[in-house]
Structure formats: C-alpha cells, structure tokens
C-alpha cells in the first residue's frame, strides 16, 4: 500500500520511490485502442452491404450489430478523454513536486507539437491506411513510395491530432489558471473548465458556418471542408506538391476547428471535461466538492439520453421523409453508419440525407456518444478508484493494459491485420483485404489479437525500445530541461526513452481514493454501489447488458458485507436483468425478420 504524507500545501503525495498510477486510466486507455483495433478491422473487412441487401433473412443479431457496432466506433471521445484525464494529472503531478508553472507549459506545448508532426507521419507513411499500410493490403499491385498518399494524407485530422491539439491547448489554459498558484485551487480551476466546455460547444455551429461560408474551395466554390482547392485536392487534405502555400496551412491550422472527423469544435470540451476528472483524482479528497461522482454521472446520464432521443428522431426524419421513400431506410442507416464523422451531422455535409436532418443533428450526435464515454470513464474510475480496488483491479486486467503502454504505436500498427496467415485466404477463399462476412471477419480479427498478443509482450521484454513513445520520450529529453532527471543522465541514449515495465506496468504503485478496509465494507458501500448501478441497469432498458456485471458485484457484496437489505436488491435486480439479457440475445441469435413476419 502507498504510504501518504502531507505536503506543505496539505496534497497527499507518496513517500514511497515508485511511481504512482492509476490502472483504472491505463485501463480505458487499453480498453480505447482494443476497440479501435477490432472496430477498424469490422469497418475495413466486413461486408456490410451484403448483409443490408439480406437483412430479413438473417438473425436479428445483424440488426443489433447494425447499431451497436457504429455506436461504440464513434466512441473516439472515450480515447481522448482518457488522455486528458491521464494528461492533467500529470500535469498537477508535476506541479506537485515543486516544477515550474512556465517549464509544466512548455513540456506541455512542446509535446503537443511532438505529437501532432508524429500524427501527421503515422497518417501519411507508417499507419495502418497510411502509405506502408496501403502498401500492405496488396503488394503485388499496390505501390511502397506512394506518394499521393503521403503528400494528402499528412492532414488527414485523427483521434490522435486531437488530442494532440488538446495537450498544447490544455497546456496553455492550465498555464493561464496556474498564475499566482492558481493551481493550488482546484474548485476553481474545474469551474472554470466546466465554463469553458459550454463556450465550446456553444461557439462550435458559428465555427462551423462561419468556416463553410467564408473559406471557398477554389476548385469548386464549395465552403471548407468539402470543397476543393484548384489542384483539386480537398480543402483539409491539401497536397503538398500542388496545393499552394495558403492551401497548406488551411491543412494545418483550419483543420484542427473544423475537419469531418473529431475537430476541437467541440471535442476540445472533453478534453476540459477530462481535465476537470484529471484534477479532482489528483487531489486530497478534501479538495473535492460533495457529490463530485455523483455530478459527473448524472450529468453524463441526461447527455446520453438527450443525444440518444435525439439521435432517433434524426434517423426517424431521415427514414420517413427521404425522396424517393423506398430507399428512406437504407439512407438511415448510412446515415447512422456515419456516427464517427461529427461534420457528416452537419447541414452542410455533401449527403443524400443531409436535406432531411436538423440543424443541430450535430449536438445529438456529440452527446450521445460522448455522454456515454464520460459515463462509462467516470464509472470505471468509481468502482476502482473510489473502492480501493486499484491493486486488485491492475492484476485483472493486464492483458488490456497492455494495449494502453504504447497506445500510439498499437494505432498506427494497425497493418497487423492486412497480415493474416495463408490459411485464411485457403479456408474462405479470400484475400486478407477482401470483404468478407462475419465468419472470415472474426477469425482476422483473432488472428490480429494473436499477433499483437505476441508483438507486445517480446517488445515489452525490452521495454518497448523504438516505439513512437519511446521516440517522443526520447525527443522530450533532448528538448525540454524537465525531462532530463539524473536517473535518465546515466543512461545511454537508446535507453533514454524506454518505458520502464517493471515501474509502470509490473510493479507500479496503484492509486487508491479510498482504501478498502474493515471501516469501508463496515459501511456496507459495495452493497449500496451495486445497488444503484442495478437498479439503473434495469431501469434504462439499454443498460440491461450492465447486470452481467452488478451480478458477481452483488454476489461478492453478500459474501464481503454479508447479505443486508442492499445488496439484496441488487441481486434480485442483477437477475432479473441477467435473464432478460440472455433472453433477448438466444432470440436474437435465433429468429430472423422474415421468420417473425415483418420485414425492414
């Protein structure tokens, strides 16, 4: 257990050497790029117009993943808030120990900067759709030095762009809130981060219109980012050979505030909210405001079910007032197939459907699935952090971890799966980068996990030398004096970026809110959580899935608090729900449209 003192400003800090961690964070981090990679690799390999054509007459399994599956890949907020959080404890962590303000804003600039020029590389050369990816899915007819793809791809704005923006952005904000030991006040600094989240959202549409309306294509007159430029590459896509001077910094500049996927307009605003979370984790619990959990949930929850209610009638309006209508439903679903794209709920999307949704189509989409990642984050940290679980729950969940350590690299090696083994192709009869159904699609899938699996524990075995991290960190060291610790001046300089497993992964020093001891379950707290979650797991009927959770949560409370009022609710509930989930997925798997007498 982390020994805890106080310090001269009244923060509990660790008298141990270790480094302190919470596996709750490497966890998201993990469970994010796990997802990704799965998600990437459905999109890219699984034939989905074949099973639309053909959907009354298989399982209504393939309706629920028609939904599901686009819903949890527009979770790309649940990376970058995951990061924010991590990011700003780092942050307070370094101010903790006597760091700076001004050396914290520079660290925290110049890794942004790092970190976008890296984005730009993986996008254009070393990722997966990148040119050594592109390369991959056919070597025999695709180029290695394709360079069309590196002169456009470069701008192509990612998850990783933003948060790379986020870092240098949240950088300086902090820096700004950090004068005159601003940062020793952390209600202050979380208001001001909530105030902040609202103004961006609130100015997003005017960015967006404002953008759309003032920066014309040259190539075609049509507003930024549809439109192109004379050389008739897209406007946030410029091709550096060609393009123009101006074209380019468009590219680099105007991209981060409005590009079709993941803008700081409004992601920005999870970032913040990540920031405020980062901050209340960091700090004593005195320092926290009564009902801080509870806050972040409930607001959360209203997010998700405004954005999912509005999300419905966007679909809905799409569905029935299409032109011609025959084809009002296939237009509904690739309009919701798009939920990863924010710029594609916009008006001024180049869609069939856009005609046929609202103005602020753009906001349900935003609050819908990033009110599910804050709900999903805060939850995560709630029953680890905030029950002393963090040991327990880091020994767990290893395996996922893994995938957070080098979450950078795990995302541009995503031309792992354009690598299947022969007998793949020799089975289906397909090439690795063909479409394919469900069968050939889950078992590239588990080829993929196979080769990472292996990939990262060798690599890790020398502490994951030559990755994009152990390059940034490496970086890091030669530009900011921060960085240069005694302990790293000893070293030679291909270990001056490793990323120390023992420390950080193995052996590290897991962050605990509270401590779970005699008083904790005295209190019966397990019963009291597991009976909150099962009970709103059955009354938001989309949350039933979540009882195959509270059930070993309320089977363990009985055991750990012996069997009370509270814990006994939660395992009728937890029942109760587990069967109703069991049920509907056996009828799922069972029955098809046409079999039921309706079709779609």
């Known amino acids: 257990m982390t020994t805890l003192k106080q310090d001269e400003f009244g923060a509990e800090l660790s008298g141990s050497s270790g480094q302190k961690r919470f596996s709750s964070l490497d966890f998201l981090r993990g469970v994010a790029i796990l997802l990704m990679i799965i998600l990437h690799q459905i999109s890219d390999l699984l034939d989905i117009n074949t099973l639309v054509d053909n959907i009354n007459n298989i399982p209504l399994i393939n309706v629920v993943a028609l939904f599901i599956l686009p819903f949890i890949g527009g979770l790309a907020g649940l990376f970058l808030l995951?990061?924010?959080?991590?990011?700003?404890?780092?942050i307070q962590k370094n101010l903790l120990k006597g760091r700076s303000v001004q050396s914290v804003v520079i660290k925290q600039v110049v890794g942004g900067i790092v970190l976008l020029i890296f984005a730009m590389l993986t996008e254009g050369i070393t990722g997966y759709h990148g040119m050594f990816g592109d390369f991959l899915i056919n070597p025999a007819t695709?180029?290695?030095?394709?360079?069309?793809?590196?002169?456009?791809?470069?701008?192509?704005?990612?998850?990783?762009?933003?948060?790379?923006?986020?870092v240098l952005l949240t950088g300086i904000v902090q820096g700004l809130l950090s004068i005159n030991d601003g940062w020793k006040k952390p209600k202050r600094q979380m208001i001001i981060?909530?105030?902040?989240?609202?103004?961006?959202?609130?100015?997003?549409?005017?960015?967006?219109?404002?953008?759309?309306?003032?920066?014309?294509?040259?190539?075609?007159?049509?507003?930024?980012?549809?439109?192109?430029?004379?050389?008739?590459?897209?406007?946030?896509?410029?091709?550096?050979?060609?393009?123009?001077?101006?074209?380019?910094?468009?590219?680099?500049?105007?991209?981060?505030?409005?590009?079709?996927?993941?803008?700081?307009?409004?992601?920005?605003?999870?970032?913040?909210?990540?920031?405020?979370?980062?901050?209340?984790?960091?700090?004593?619990?005195?320092?926290?405001?009564?009902?801080?959990?509870?806050?972040?949930?409930?607001?959360?929850?209203?997010?998700?079910?405004?954005?999912?209610?509005?999300?419905?009638?966007?679909?809905?309006?799409?569905?029935?007032?299409?032109?011609?209508?025959?084809?009002?439903?296939?237009?509904?679903?690739n309009f919701y197939r798009l939920i990863s794209g924010h710029r594609f709920w916009s008006l001024d999307a180049p869609q069939p459907y856009a005609p046929y949704i609202s103005p602020v189509a753009w906001l349900w989409q935003f609050l819908f699935t990033n009110g599910f990642s804050i709900m999903f984050t805060m939850i995560v940290i709630y029953?680890?952090?905030?029950?002393?679980?963090?040991?327990?729950?880091?020994?767990?969940?290893?395996?996922?971890?893994?995938?957070?350590?080098?979450?950078?690299?795990?995302?541009?090696?995503?031309?792992?799966?354009?690598?299947?083994?022969?007998?793949?192709?020799?089975?289906?009869?397909?090439?690795?980068?063909?479409?394919?159904?469900?069968?050939?699609?889950?078992?590239?899938?588990?080829?993929?996990?196979?080769?990472?699996?292996?990939?990262?524990?060798?690599?890790?075995?020398?502490?994951?030398?030559?990755?994009?991290?152990?390059?940034?960190?490496?970086?890091?060291?030669?530009?900011?004096?921060?960085?240069?610790?005694?302990?790293?001046?000893?070293?030679?300089?291909?270990?001056?970026?490793?990323?120390?497993?023992?420390?950080?992964?193995?052996?590290?020093?897991?962050?605990?809110?509270?401590?779970?001891?005699?008083?904790?379950?005295?209190?019966?707290?397990?019963?009291?959580?597991?009976?909150?979650?099962?009970?709103?797991?059955?009354a938001i009927p989309i949350f039933f899935a979540f009882s195959l959770i509270t059930l070993p949560m309320s089977i363990k409370a009985r055991k750990r608090e012996e069997a009370n009022r509270k814990n006994t609710i939660a395992l009728v509930f937890s029942i109760i729900g587990t069967v109703i989930t069991v049920t509907f997925f056996v009828f799922a798997f069972a029955f098809t449209p046409t079999g039921l007498g309706f079709a779609l």
Request: aromatic fraction near 16%; include cysteine.
């Open 82 to 90: 995951a990061s924010a959080i991590s990011n700003m404890v780092s």
């Open 142 to 166: 695709h180029k290695f030095f394709n360079l069309d793809i590196v002169c456009t791809r470069w701008a192509y704005f990612e998850t990783i762009h933003t948060i790379a923006w986020c």
């Open 193 to 333: 981060y909530a105030i902040l989240s609202v103004i961006v959202i609130a100015c997003t549409k005017f960015i967006w219109d404002g953008l759309y309306n003032n920066l014309i294509g040259a190539g075609d007159g049509i507003g930024y980012p549809w439109g192109t430029n004379a050389d008739g590459s897209l406007m946030w896509t410029p091709d550096i050979r060609t393009a123009g001077f101006k074209a380019v910094l468009v590219g680099i500049f105007v991209n981060p505030l409005a590009s079709p996927w993941e803008p700081i307009f409004p992601y920005l605003a999870i970032s913040f909210i990540g920031s405020i979370i980062g901050i209340a984790i960091s700090q004593p619990k005195k320092a926290l405001f009564k009902g801080f959990t509870k806050t972040v949930l409930l607001t959360s929850l209203v997010m998700f079910l405004a954005g999912a209610i509005g999300t419905v009638f966007e679909l809905i309006n799409v569905m029935t007032n299409y032109v011609p209508p025959e084809q009002g439903f296939d237009q509904a679903i």
């Open 383 to 538: 029953l680890v952090d905030f029950r002393g679980r963090g040991t327990h729950f880091a020994k767990k969940t290893g395996y996922i971890r893994r995938y957070g350590i080098i979450a950078f690299t795990n995302y541009n090696n995503q031309w792992l799966y354009w690598l299947p083994p022969a007998f793949i192709p020799l089975i289906f009869g397909l090439n690795s980068y063909d479409k394919m159904l469900w069968g050939g699609t889950w078992l590239m899938i588990l080829t993929t996990l196979i080769f990472y699996t292996i990939i990262l524990y060798l690599w890790g075995l020398v502490n994951y030398r030559f990755s994009f991290e152990w390059s940034m960190k490496s970086i890091g060291y030669l530009l900011l004096p921060i960085r240069r610790i005694d302990a790293l001046k000893k070293k030679k300089w291909w270990q001056k970026g490793d990323i120390d497993m023992d420390r950080v992964f193995h052996n590290a020093e897991w962050v605990n809110m509270v401590e779970e001891n005699e008083a904790y379950h005295k209190a019966k707290t397990d019963s009291r959580i597991s009976m909150i979650l099962s009970i709103l797991s059955i």
